[in-house]
């Protein structure tokens, strides 16, 4: 299977603040790496897909660059609503699909 | 928009099978996957298995031997079946829609279901 690892695993910033980050995967993806977004007591929530491409309705300060086996996710400016946890999910089709530990995004 | 809300008990005895409903409402089943997948402190975010809106079938390997997933198109329902279960079990299901196109973009609420006698 192919392992992907999130850094860091928590990550302390204030409001306004840019955050990044990092998902690498023990194999290439080429593309095919999502991001996710967890609150509490709810579902993971889709912000990208393929690397790079925001899904609707996710706000622009989201972005994700990347591909191969090093992927990042950058919130430009931290809002209040975005305090949460954040999952890479690769999705490589001769492998079942699996998902980083997680980033826990809290309050400096 | 679609909505998905998973169905079940909360509690499975250790060897018996866990089995839950997904009901699928303000969407098409068509051209779609419709997954299973849990999340546990121990284990994290662990996909289960999905089906094609036309049967097809595919299973995580490590779960292969005790997992059934079918579809009732007819009542808007997918489900899982899980069988031998464990502790290990032990986790937040949640149900998804998973198009070719991007990955899982629509999610169920989950449904907490532990195992224990």
């Known amino acids: 299977d192919i392992q992907v690892t999130q850094s860091p695993s928590i990550l302390s910033a204030s409001v306004g603040d840019r955050v990044t980050i990092t998902c690498r995967a023990s194999?290439?993806?080429?593309?095919?790496l999502a991001w996710y977004q967890q609150k509490p007591g709810k579902a993971p929530h889709l912000l990208i897909y393929?690397?790079?491409s925001l899904q609707s309705g996710v706000p622009s300060r989201f972005s994700g660059s990347g591909s191969g086996t090093e992927f990042t996710l950058t919130i430009s400016s931290l809002q209040p609503d975005d305090f949460a946890t954040y999952y890479c999910?690769?999705?490589?089709?001769?492998?079942?699909?699996?998902f980083g530990q997680g980033t826990k995004v809290e309050f400096k | 928009q679609v909505q998905l809300q998973e169905s079940g008990p909360g509690l499975v005895k250790p060897s018996e099978t866990l089995s839950l409903t997904c009901t699928v409402s303000?969407?098409?089943?068509?051209?779609?996957?419709w997954s299973w997948l849990r999340q546990s402190p121990a284990k994290g975010l662990e996909w289960i298995g999905n089906?094609?809106?036309?049967?097809?079938?595919n299973y995580n390997p490590y779960l292969k031997t005790r997992v059934s997933i079918s579809l009732d198109t007819s009542k808007n329902q997918f489900s899982l079946k899980l069988s031998s279960v464990t502790a290990a079990d032990t986790a937040v299901y949640y149900c998804?829609?998973?198009?070719?196109?991007?990955?899982?973009?629509?999610w169920g609420q989950g449904v907490l279901v532990t195992v224990s006698s």
């Open positions: 998804a829609r998973y198009p070719p196109t991007t990955t899982f973009d629509s």
């Open positions: 303000g969407g098409s089943f068509t051209n779609y996957y």
């Open positions: 089906i094609y809106y036309r049967g097809t079938t």
């Open positions: 194999q290439s993806l080429g593309s095919y």
């Open positions: 393929k690397a790079s």
């Open positions: 999910q690769q999705y490589n089709s001769y492998s079942p699909t699996t």
